[in-house]
């Protein structure tokens, strides 16, 4: 069982920055993809970006060139560091890890959410 806790979301200015974390539990953390999804009001959750193992990354179109995913296999901790953001990003950000599935929306374990508000 991997148990995940985001934190770093609040209240932030358009074109201002955030950096996201999750921290993972159990001993397995360096073995598994980790993503960021995210979910705004009234819409479907949508994938942000994915991480592998060994360190290879992937991004939605809508955050390529804004976003960096990492992470640090020995915190247990992967990172989202948004930059540039824009009302557009307003959503809560759902932490992510599993298998290669996950990069296609289907982790083995999901966070309880972080929200990011982004003001014009």
């Known amino acids: 069982q991997v148990q995940l806790v985001e934190s770093g979301g609040g209240l932030v200015q358009a074109g201002g920055s955030v950096r996201l974390s999750c921290a993972a539990s159990?001993?397995?953390?360096?073995?598994?993809?980790m993503a960021w999804f995210r979910q705004a009001p009234g819409k479907e959750r949508e994938y942000v970006a994915a991480i592998s193992w060994s360190g290879g990354t992937t991004y939605a179109d809508a955050v390529k060139g804004r976003f960096t995913i990492s992470r640090d296999n020995a915190k247990n901790t992967v990172y989202l560091q948004m930059n540039s953001l824009k009302p557009e990003d307003t959503a809560v950000y759902f932490c992510?890890?599993?298998?290669?599935?996950?990069?296609?929306?289907?982790?083995?374990?999901w966070g309880q959410g972080t929200q990011v508000t982004v003001s014009s």
């Open positions: 159990g001993r397995t953390f360096s073995t598994y993809y």
């Open positions: 992510a890890a599993g298998g290669i599935a996950t990069t296609r929306g289907h982790p083995e374990y």
